[in-house]
């Protein structure tokens, strides 16, 4: 079995070089073709000057390219850090200065994004542009190269492989409720056993054709990947633009995997699919939030021969529960149980387990339990400590991810989520920091005070409601900061909509009172 996420690909090209791996749009790679690739990028950036645990930043949409990047960094005992493309300058600029990124990949376009940006970003020592030629890249802090160059080149440098199972792999960045998004590192024992896990749930195997149109920088969509590979399957990449992009893609390709988060899965349900466009598919995946019985029962007449997992995660663990899918129309509100290879628990804060029926937190145990958080102790020691039940005597406990959601299981063990701990936004598959939000909300002259709410909504799960106040109330404002948001923040973070009131409600610590204003906009979106 292999060790490492990048051996995958070698053993597929061993065993079954001429399998397709990859497709995008009119063009392959066998799995003979993208292991060559890995490895000619794992010299290429080692010859660049890529050392052990190294981060490498990957900014770009779904690309050939993109992947090697990913397998090709591990191969030569580096760190991805997928960047999602549709991030603006000012969160690329914090992933890159919060984990000291080296090397940059992306495209002409995205480079020029964030120009104005990369003289505050002292760690960059080489920027990788797959689609441009570079002679006209005038910088002096780092080298700016071409991908077709330096894949071109023969380099005789010998990557230098990682050293154990271990060995840090990636650094995946996720909102929480407080602040910047945090980096949490994975090993890659993580994706290896993450991707053995869910390959033998979804019994995935060489014969399937997984589609992939979530963002890879998401662990969701990075699955996609590593289940395919695990297997030797083929993976399709999509970059859609519209729903009926993947419906198109669904039935041109033959696809028998799919996995989408709630709001893409509402949008494919309002669609008119063509009469045998879904019946290749054999199953398709929920997560990130909870599918609504309505578009349950359409995919099953959509895709009339799949049975549906709905699936409950978080990227500090990976994957934690699965609902199989004989249960679903029993259940079809459960979370289910534990995936393969882990254990969830319910526990009160003191750690003792929660009886049938009684709400505590979900904790998650076992191989997929990431490193933690990057260079945040405080917050690592918050959210990973000892899981409950371990004998006294042993002195340096397993750790467990303590989730933050409030969840309670039926007296045959499934579970159903009750509610989260914190104030997290869960949009359109995206947890989003509210504070996030807020930051760039005062960066706007005038604004006094500002509040950033998820309200319930039937597409998207949460949509972001912006309450804000200004120091001045000659004229509306709402629109210009809508505008100031749009430039500043990626898609899926600018709010639905922008509420301006004379002065915002306090609670008795003199703070903004988001219970009051929860409450009283619960309705706005739904009413």
């Not at 079954?16 to 790679?29: G, I, N, Q, W």
């Not at 699919?273 to 939030?289: K, L, Q």
């Not at 079809?332 to 290879?341: D, E, L, R, V």
Request: proline letters at 6%; glycine letters at 6%; charged letters at 20%.
């Amino acid at each position: 079995m292999a060790s490492f996420v990048y051996q995958f690909i070698e053993q597929h090209a061993q065993k079954s070089p001429e399998a397709v791996a990859l497709t995008l749009k009119s063009s392959t790679l066998t799995y003979g073709e993208l292991h060559l690739q890995v490895e000619r990028f794992a010299s290429a950036i080692t010859q660049l000057g890529l050392t052990r645990y190294d981060r490498v930043g990957i900014y770009l949409h779904k690309t050939m390219e993109t992947v090697v990047s990913i397998f090709g960094t591990n191969a030569a005992s580096g760190v991805f850090v997928p960047i999602n493309p549709v991030l603006k300058a000012p969160q690329v600029n914090h992933i890159v200065n919060d984990c000291d990124i080296k090397f940059l990949i992306t495209n002409r376009g995205r480079f020029n994004s964030i120009k104005h940006e990369l003289a505050n970003m002292p760690s960059l020592k080489a920027v990788i542009i797959i689609d441009d030629d570079v002679s006209s890249y005038d910088y002096t802090a780092f080298e700016v190269v071409s991908w077709p160059d330096i894949m071109s080149n023969q380099s005789n440098a010998s990557p230098g492989m990682p050293k154990t199972a271990d060995d840090m792999a990636a650094i995946l960045y996720t909102s929480g409720s407080t602040g910047k998004p945090k980096g949490v590192v994975l090993s890659h024992n993580n994706l290896v056993q993450g991707a053995i896990s869910v390959a033998t749930y979804l019994e995935n195997d060489s014969e399937d054709v997984i589609l992939s149109v979530l963002p890879l920088s998401f662990d969701y969509g990075l699955s996609q990947l590593t289940t395919a590979f695990y297997v030797g399957a083929s993976c399709i990449l999509l970059d859609y633009l519209l729903a009926n992009d993947v419906v198109k893609t669904i039935e041109r390709f033959g696809v028998t995997g799919v996995a989408c988060v709630p709001p893409l899965w509402s949008q494919l349900c309002a669609l008119n699919w063509s009469e045998n466009a879904g019946h290749s598919v054999r199953y398709f995946t929920n997560s990130g939030g909870a599918l609504t019985t309505t578009n349950l029962k359409q995919l099953q007449s959509l895709m009339p021969n799949a049975k549906p997992y709905l699936m409950y995660g978080l990227t500090e663990a990976f994957r934690s529960t699965y609902l199989p899918p004989e249960e679903v129309e029993s259940r079809p509100t459960s979370m289910g149980k534990a995936i393969p290879n882990a254990e969830v628990m319910v526990v009160r804060p003191d750690g003792t387990e929660c009886q049938p029926e009684e709400a505590g937190e979900l904790v998650h145990r076992g191989p997929l339990v990431s490193l933690g958080y990057w260079n945040a102790k405080e917050k690592t020691e918050q959210r990973f400590k000892p899981a409950p039940g371990q004998p006294e005597g042993i002195i340096n406990p397993e750790l467990a991810v303590w989730s933050g959601d409030t969840v309670k299981k039926d007296k045959e063990g499934f579970l159903y989520f009750v509610s989260r701990t914190d104030e997290m936004i869960k949009t359109s598959g995206y947890r989003v920091s509210p504070m996030e939000i807020e930051e760039i909300l005062y960066q706007f002259k005038g604004v006094a005070e500002a509040v950033a709410l998820g309200i319930k909504h039937e597409q998207l799960g949460q949509a972001i409601l912006v309450i804000a106040c200004f120091s001045h109330n000659d004229s509306d404002q709402s629109k210009p900061l809508m505008q100031h948001c749009q430039k500043l923040l990626a898609n899926y973070m600018v709010p639905k909509d922008i509420i301006v009131l004379d002065n915002l409600p306090h609670n008795a610590n003199g703070k903004i009172d988001r219970a009051y204003l929860n409450k009283h906009y619960k309705n706005y979106y739904t009413e």
